[in-house]
Nanobody
Framework: QVQLVESGGGWVQAGGSLRLSCAAS????????MGWFRQAPGKQRELVAG???????NYANSVKGRFTISRDGAKNTLYLQMNSLKPEDTAVYYC?????????????WGQGTQVTVST
């Protein structure tokens, strides 16, 4: 059983930055495929950023150049650094683990953290 606990969400003005954290327990994440998803009201959940077991990263076009996914194996924590935030980034952000994240299927999900970007 893997538990994922997100933190770091909150309210920020457009142009600002936030760093989300996802603390994992029950399994080392150093060699796991993991990702950050988000879901805005009335919209489907979408993959924002993913990192493969080999450390290869991929990003949604809407966040390329602004968001960075990373992980710290020693802390067993996944991060999402979000810069130049826009109002359209407002959503609940979830971390997930599993090789199926590239097709929006994950083995485990966190509970989510709200990110609100105001104009």
């Amino acid at each position: 059983q893997v538990q994922l606990v997100e933190s770091g969400g909150g309210w920020v003005q457009a142009g600002g930055s936030l760093r989300l954290s996802c603390a994992a327990s029950g399994r080392p994440i150093r060699f796991s495929t993991m990702g950050w998803f988000r879901q805005a009201p009335g919209k489907q959940r979408e993959l924002v950023a993913g990192i493969s077991a080999a450390g290869i990263t991929n990003y949604a076009n809407s966040v390329k150049g602004r968001f960075t996914i990373s992980r710290d194996g020693a802390k067993n924590t996944l991060y999402l650094q979000m810069n130049s935030l826009k109002p359209e980034d407002t959503a609940v952000y979830y971390c997930a683990v599993g090789s199926g994240i590239w097709s929006s299927q994950a083995d485990y999900w966190g509970q989510g953290t709200q990110v609100t970007v105001s104009t």
